[in-house]
C-alpha cells in the first residue's frame, strides 16, 4: 500500500483545510455568522432536571407504574422529621398539628399524612369505635396521656409517623400524580416553615430541586477551569499566547455551535449533559494541538498546507473514533442519556470541524513562531530516547501489561453495577444527612409498592387471599431492607382486635366479616392507598431502608419471587414506584453502556481495519486501548468504585478519546515503514513527529476531564476521576504496549516472508 493510496480516503478533508489556508477570512467569518446563529439558541437554553428525562418510559413496567398511580396515588412523597426534647413532647405535638394544616395549603401537595391528620382505629370508652385522629384538639397537653396510649398501639404510625422512641415526629406530603411537576416552591416553602426547628427534611423532591440548583452553580465552574487548564498546557506546549487564543477560540466556537443546536432543538442541560461544554473544549483544544504541531515555526502559506495536510487524516480519524464512542452511549433508551450521546457526538464533529477549518485559517493569517524549543527537545529527546528503549524490550512490557491485567482482572469479579442518588452528595451534605437521620429515625425514606391483582375476577379480600397477602407483608417486616410495610390487612387486623378483645390482633377468618370491616373501614379516605374500591387491587406500601439501584431490584426480584412460591393462584404480583422506577432506569443505563462498549470496540476495530486493511494490525492496534479499559474497571472493583449512570459511560468515552493516539502513532509507523526504513528506525521515527502532540493532547483532555473533580455530586467527580486516570493509562498503553506489538507483528511478518511469503515486511505493516 503506497502513501498515496492510504491518503485517498480522507482527501476531501485535506481540502477543507487547503480552502481554510488559501480563504481564511472568508472561513473565519463563516464561522462567526455560524456561532451568531447560535446564539439565538443558546439563549433559549434551560438549565433542567425533570425526572421523567431519567426515566425509561418504554419498558412495559412502566405501564405498572402508571396504573399504580391512577389506582393509589403518587407516591412521591416529601418526608419531615421533627425531635423533641423529651418523649411525646407536647409542644411538639402541637408544632406537628400547626405545619401539617400550613403544608395542606401549599401548591403542588395532594395530602399530608401525620399524627394530627391520619385516622387511627380505635374504640372510646363506651365500645364505640373512634377514627379521629392522635392529635385532633389544639389543647394537646389535656389529651396527651390518651394520645401516647393511641399511638403507642397502632400498628400503622409506628416507626412511620412516629419513632419508637416517642421523640421524633413524621410529616409526610404526599406530591401530585405528575413526576414532571416543578417541586421548588414545594421543598423552598417547606425549609422556609422549619427553619426554627430540629427538623429533616428528605424524598425525591429534594434530590431533584438539589441536583436543579447545583447544576447550574457547576456549569459556571467546569468552563472556565477547563479553559485555566487547558489553556495551561497549550502555553507550555507552545510557549505563544497566540497559540492559546487559537486553541481555546477554536474549540469554543465548536462547542457554541452544539450548544446552540441542543437550545434550539429544546434539549436542556441537565446533570448529565452539563459535562459537554468541558469535555467538548478539551477535545477541541486536543485536535487543534495537533494542528498546532503541524504548524509550529511554518511561514509559507504552501509550506503550510503541506504541513497540517500531514495530520489532518489522523485528526479527521480520531474524531470520528470519539464521535462513534458518544453515539455507543445515544443506544441507552434513557432520554437524558441518549441527550448526552447525540449530542456529545455531534459537539466532537463541530469541534473537529473548527480545528481543521478555523485553526488552520488562522495560523494562515498569522503563523505561529517556533517557541517552546527547550520542553519539545526534552520530548524528543530523553522522553523519546526512553520510549524507544523500553519498546526494545518487548517481551518485558508485555509481560508487564499481562501481569497487570491478570492482577486487575480479579478486581472484575468485585465490580459492582450500582446507582445510589443519595450517595450523589458529599458526605457531611445537608441533603445526604437528612436522608440518614430520618431513615435511622422513622423506618426509610424511599417508597415503593407492591401492586396486587386479581387475574381470574375473584376478590383480593377473601379470606385465604387476604392471608396471603398478610404473609407476604409481614415476610417483608422481617427483610432488614424494608423499614416499613404496610397492607390492607394491617387495619382489618386493627379494627379486628378492637372488637374482638384480641391483643395479637389476629385477621378474621370469616368473608362475611372481612367484608363487613371493610364496609366499616371504607369511610376512611386513605383505605384506597391499599385496596381498589371493587376489591380486584391491593397495595402493599413499603418505605425501604436502602437507595440502591441493585438492592432496589433484587428485593423487587425477592418479592415476586416469595409470591411464586407462597402465594395463592390468580393473584398476579409486581413491584412498582417512583425509586423502583428510577432504580430499573439506572440498571437499564449501566446494562446498555457495557452493551454500548461492545458495540464501540466492534466499531472502532472496523475503522482500524479500514485504516491498515489488515485485521492483524487492526488488533494489535486495539488492544492498547481494550487492555486499560479492564485495568481501569478492575482498579474500581477493588476500590469499590461502582458502575453507576456516570462511570459506566467511560468506557465508550475512553476508547473513542484515546484511540486518537493510536491512530497518530501507527499510521506515522506505517508510512515510515512504507518509506523503507527498519521497525526501530520508523518506530523512532513516528515518534520525534507525533510524541509531542501526544503528551499534550493526552494532558488536556485528562485536564479536561480532571476539571470535573470541582463538581458537589459524587457520580461527575467519579466519573472525571476515573476517566482522566483511563486516558493517561491508554497513552502509557500506546507509548509502550502499542510499540512492542508493533514490533512483535514485523518479527512475525519477517519470519513469515522468510518461508517464501510474496508480501514484503513493509507492506503488511
Not at 487548564?229 to 505563544?240: D, I, K, M, Q
Request: glycine content about 8%.
Amino acid at each position: 500500500m503506497t502513501s498515496q493510496t492510504a491518503a485517498q480516503p480522507s482527501g476531501w478533508l485535506e481540502r477543507f483545510a487547503r480552502t481554510s489556508i488559501r480563504r481564511p477570512r472568508l472561513v473565519l467569518l463563516a464561522w462567526c455568522a455560524l456561532v451568531g446563529t447560535s446564539g439565538l439558541g443558546i439563549v433559549r437554553l434551560e438549565v433542567d432536571n425533570a425526572t421523567a428525562s431519567f426515566l425509561d418510559r418504554t419498558d412495559p413496567a412502566w405501564q405498572v407504574y402508571q396504573g399504580s398511580l391512577q389506582q393509589f396515588g403518587g407516591d412521591e412523597i416529601l418526608v419531615v422529621a421533627i425531635e423533641g426534647e423529651t418523649r411525646f413532647d407536647a409542644r411538639v405535638l402541637a408544632r406537628v398539628r400547626q405545619l401539617s394544616s400550613e403544608f395542606e395549603t401549599l401548591p403542588g401537595v395532594g395530602r399530608v399524612d401525620s399524627v394530627s391528620t391520619v385516622p387511627l382505629v380505635w374504640t372510646a370508652p363506651d365500645g364505640s369505635l373512634d377514627f379521629n385522629p392522635a392529635v385532633n384538639d389544639d389543647d394537646v397537653q389535656a389529651h396527651l396521656e390518651g394520645t401516647v396510649r393511641r399511638l403507642e398501639h397502632d400498628r400503622i404510625a409506628s416507626e412511620s409517623l412516629v419513632s419508637k422512641d416517642g421523640r421524633v415526629f413524621g410529616i409526610n406530603l404526599i406530591l401530585d400524580e405528575d413526576v414532571d411537576v416543578d417541586r421548588v416552591g414545594v421543598v423552598s416553602k417547606v425549609r422556609s416553615l422549619l427553619a426554627n426547628d430540629r427538623a429533616w427534611i428528605s424524598g425525591v423532591p429534594t434530590f431533584r430541586t438539589e441536583v436543579n440548583s447545583r447544576t447550574r452553580s457547576e456549569l459556571a465552574i467546569f468552563v472556565p477551569v477547563t479553559l485555566l487548564l487547558v489553556g495551561g498546557v497549550v502555553l507550555a506546549a507552545f510557549g505563544s499566547l497566540f497559540a492559546v487564543l487559537v486553541a481555546l477560540s477554536t474549540s469554543a466556537l465548536g462547542t457554541c455551535v452544539v450548544i446552540g443546536a441542543m437550545g434550539a432543538l429544546g434539549a436542556p442541560l441537565s446533570l448529565s449533559t452539563m459535562i459537554l461544554p468541558s469535555i467538548l473544549l478539551a477535545l477541541g483544544c486536543a485536535y487543534v494541538m495537533h494542528v498546532l504541531t503541524a504548524a509550529r515555526g511554518v511561514r509559507n502559506r504552501s509550506q503550510l498546507e503541506e504541513a497540517i495536510g500531514n495530520v489532518v487524516r489522523p485528526i479527521g480519524l480520531s474524531g470520528l473514533t470519539t464521535a462513534i464512542g458518544f453515539l455507543a452511549i445515544s443506544t441507552i433508551r434513557i432520554d437524558a442519556i441518549r441527550e448526552l450521546g447525540t449530542f456529545g457526538s455531534i459537539g466532537v464533529i463541530a469541534v473537529l470541524g473548527a480545528a481543521l477549518t478555523a485553526a488552520p485559517a488562522a495560523l494562515s493569517l498569522r503563523p505561529l513562531a517556533e517557541r517552546g524549543e527547550i520542553v519539545d527537545r526534552w520530548i524528543r529527546g530523553p522522553i523519546r530516547g526512553l520510549v524507544t528503549k523500553w519498546s526494545s524490550r518487548r517481551r518485558t512490557v508485555l509481560a508487564v501489561w499481562g501481569i497487570a491485567v491478570a492482577v486487575c482482572g480479579a478486581g472484575l469479579s468485585r465490580l459492582s453495577i450500582e446507582t445510589d442518588i443519595v450517595l450523589w452528595f458529599p458526605i457531611g451534605s445537608e441533603i445526604r444527612d437528612s436522608y440518614n437521620e430520618i431513615r435511622d429515625r422513622l423506618s426509610g425514606i424511599t417508597p415503593m409498592n407492591v401492586v396486587i391483582e386479581s387475574t381470574d375476577g375473584q376478590l383480593l379480600t377473601q379470606h385465604d387471599r387476604l392471608f396471603a397477602i398478610d404473609a407476604l407483608t409481614n415476610a417483608l417486616k422481617d427483610m432488614p431492607q424494608v423499614g416499613k410495610a404496610i397492607s390492607v390487612a394491617d387495619p382489618i387486623r386493627q379494627l379486628h382486635g378492637r372488637f374482638s378483645g384480641d391483643e395479637s390482633e389476629s385477621l378474621p377468618e370469616s368473608d362475611t366479616l372481612i367484608a363487613q370491616y371493610l364496609l366499616i373501614l371504607d369511610s376512611l379516605e386513605r383505605m384506597t392507598d391499599v385496596v381498589s374500591s371493587d376489591r380486584l387491587m391491593a397495595n402493599v406500601m413499603l418505605r425501604i431502608n436502602e437507595n440502591g439501584s441493585r438492592r432496589l431490584m433484587e428485593l423487587a426480584h425477592d418479592i415476586e419471587t416469595w409470591w411464586t412460591n407462597h402465594g395463592v393462584p390468580g393473584v398476579d404480583v409486581k413491584t412498582t414506584g417512583i425509586m423502583f422506577e428510577f432504580g430499573r432506569a439506572e440498571e437499564e443505563i449501566a446494562h446498555g453502556q457495557i452493551r454500548g462498549l461492545g458495540l464501540a470496540l466492534a466499531v472502532v476495530g472496523l475503522i482500524l481495519f479500514l485504516i491498515f486493511r489488515n485485521p492483524g494490525v487492526a488488533i494489535v492496534t486495539l488492544v492498547p486501548n481494550a487492555v486499560p479499559i479492564v485495568i481501569a474497571y478492575g482498579c474500581m472493583g477493588f476500590a469499590r468504585v461502582p458502575l453507576d449512570a456516570a462511570t459506566v459511560c467511560l468506557g465508550s468515552l475512553a476508547l473513542g478519546i484515546a484511540v486518537d493516539d493510536t491512530i497518530h502513532l501507527a499510521t506515522r509507523f506505517r508510512d515510515h515503514r512504507v518509506a523503507g526504513l527498519s521497525p526501530l528506525e520508523a518506530l523512532d521515527s513516528a515518534l520525534r513527529s507525533v510524541l509531542p502532540a501526544l503528551l499534550f493532547t493526552t494532558a488536556g483532555i485528562a485536564l479536561g476531564f480532571a476539571a470535573l473533580v470541582f463538581s458537589e455530586f459524587t457520580l461527575v467527580r467519579n466519573l472525571g476521576v476515573v476517566t482522566a486516570f483511563l486516558v493517561l493509562l491508554c497513552l502509557l498503553a500506546d507509548l509502550t504496549l502499542l510499540p512492542a506489538l508493533l514490533l512483535g507483528r514485523v518479527d512475525r511478518d519477517t519470519r513469515v516472508g522468510a518461508h517464501g511469503d510474496r508480501s514484503a515486511p513493509g507492506d503488511r505493516d
